[in-house]
T-cell receptor, first 117, second 113 residues
């Protein structure tokens, strides 16, 4: 069964701490994404990557950075966590290959719920 | 960022009832996707639609790509308790490897056994 695995399901951090959220996919997908999900706001795109070492800002990149050193791994970094970054973080991946059916469909991980105190 | 208009925002129904939800936009889309998110989990794809007018079923679920390409709906027939969750629509305007999806805010479904 293909998977997107997020290393931490629950994290509690203090304001000012550096936080790493790790995501690994085993589907050889080119594209990877980080979203945050908050009640009433739906899914908001933070950053995405379409190739190793490539990244593009999403809709809410402020306060975040990302790293993609290997095709299968996409990390989200909070350089100095703040309380307004308390949220559910979702990683996803998609493929660019194949016919129209199935291409560009996102597969999500189970999520990482981060609480910043 | 842009969002789709998804309605209703929430629904509370009796087991066995049918459910209908929809998403609309002022822009034309080339792809519509419907996802379900169980509590505490990530969204899982239910149905993908790629052609205007396309009607696709997945078990008790049926989704349609609106003929104007500006809307889509999802129907669930004979609801059961495990249908509980948040349903999201998502659309893509571009072709090829257009990587960004536009999302609805979700429809939260509760089913009373």
């Amino acid at each position: 069964d293909v998977k997107v695995t997020q290393s931490s399901r629950y994290l509690v951090k203090r304001t000012g701490e550096k936080v790493f959220l790790e995501c690994v996919q085993d589907m050889d997908h080119e594209n990877m994404f980080w979203y945050r999900q908050d009640p009433g706001l739906g899914l908001r795109l933070i950053y995405f990557s379409y190739d190793v070492k490539m990244k593009e800002k999403g809709d809410i990149p402020e306060g975040y950075s990302v790293s993609r050193e290997k095709k299968e791994r996409f990390s989200l970094i909070l350089e100095s966590a703040s309380t307004n970054q308390t949220s559910m973080y979702l990683c996803a991946s998609s493929s660019i290959s194949g016919a129209r059916t199935g291409a560009n469909v996102l597969t999500f991980g189970a999520g990482s719920r981060l609480t910043v105190l | 960022g842009q969002q789709l208009n998804q309605s209703p925002q929430s629904m509370f129904i009796q087991e066995g009832e049918d459910v209908s939800m929809n998403c609309t936009s002022s822009s034309i889309f080339n792809t519509w996707l419907w996802y379900k998110q169980d509590p505490g989990e990530g969204p899982v794809l239910l149905i993908a639609l790629y052609k205007a007018g396309e009607l696709t079923s997945n078990g008790r679920l049926t989704a349609q790509f609106g003929i104007t390409r500006k809307d889509s709906f999802l129907n669930i027939s004979a609801s059961i308790p495990s249908d509980v969750g948040i349903y999201f629509c998502a659309g893509r305007r571009g072709a090829g490897n257009n990587r960004k999806l536009i999302w609805g805010l979700g429809t939260s479904l509760a089913v009373n056994p």
